[in-house]
């Protein structure tokens, strides 16, 4: 049975509309969708009904994402706010992200809508759940002033009740959702941590960008519920391969990044190999199929070259892309001559 779905579209293009509707209808919702393309038209379609879904193309002639996440912030609404674009990248998508957007998605890849409309509905509703527990203590307080012990008692209850609400949003707002790892925001955050250490401190770290081989076949041969039974396959195994210090979030789609402090090029490998090696022995079992996993994966380690962040993930994501080419199912170190400190070389970190 489909499931409802009212959807405000600030969008320039009525192709993408249709679009949008294809893709929301495949993954079983019943879409009731209105197009705006200015603020004007915006202001009047919030004032007339309450929406489950605001999905914004990042920007249009006059008007634009942030314009229209600032009207929403400016409103108090708690509908999630996704956008999704075709020429912007990077970092549009940590601007708007940082501005107060649920999700950034490219209109390439418009098959994450589904699982992401789905994932910010469930996080809206627990937001909700906090805002009542917020509610229901206030009024406790107000209630219950007279009679100290069933004031009291009514506030351990609401305080309890509000400590769980806080801590499942916390770990909402952390971790991916289907693979139980970080998420793209946050493990962005520790690579940065990462980078002002290095700035520091010349403390070295390596990068993995991780990507299932073949992925898509996956999804086409089997169906999308196999492909995200892979996906939580493969954030159950790589924690087991990792040490502790180390992070792992899913950078988006079905790739993966690793976050390795202290870690020179010779240790990042080796990790990567071993990893490999372990995803290798990893099958996808039911009753009617059984699904090899394998991964190819580019290593980069920050060296005295690198401008910013950017650059040792580009060159990671370089990496991982020669080892797309060469075959797949393997482990490829970013070609750039590394610029070591001589210290660092006798360390024998590197």
Known sequence: ??????????????????SLLHVLQ????????????????????????????IISD??????????????????????????????HGEECAVKIMQAGAHDFLS???????????????????VRRVCKRAQAALRKANEDLEAKFVERTRALMRANTELKKANHKLEKISREDALTGLLNRRVILEAAAAE???????????SVMIIDIDNFKAINDLYGHLTGDKVLALLGSAIPRSLRAVDKAGRY?????????????????????????????????RTDDLCVQVTVSI???????????????LHRADTALY???????????????QLNVLPELLASGVY
């Open 195 to 205: 980078w002002t250490r290095w700035q520091r401190y010349v403390s070295p770290f």
């Open 26 to 53: 495949q993954y079983g919702f019943d879409p009731a969708l209105e197009r705006v393309e200015t603020f004007a038209s915006m202001q009047g379609a919030l004032d007339c009904k309450n929406w489950d879904v």
């Open 252 to 284: 988006g789609g079905e790739e993966f990044v690793i976050v390795m402090p202290e870690t020179g090029i010779n240790g990042a490998l080796a990790a990567a190999q071993n990893f490999i090696h372990n995803i290798r022995q990893l099958r996808l």
């Open 107 to 125: 209109k390439n890849n418009l098959i994450r809508l589904g699982p992401a409309v789905e994932r910010e509905l469930r996080e809206a509703e």
């Open 298 to 312: 580019g290593v980069a380690t920050v060296s005295l070259d690198d401008k910013d962040l950017d650059c040792i």
């Open 322 to 336: 020669t080892a797309k080419r060469q075959g797949k199912d393997r482990v490829v170190v970013s070609e750039q």
């Open 58 to 87: 990042c920007l249009m002639p006059g008007f634009s994402a942030f314009a229209a996440l600032a009207l929403c912030r400016e409103r108090g609404l708690e509908a999630p706010f996704i956008v999704v674009s075709s020429t």
């Open 1 to 18: 049975m489909s499931i409802p779905l009212q959807v405000l579209f600030v969008a320039a293009s009525q192709v993408d509309t249709t």
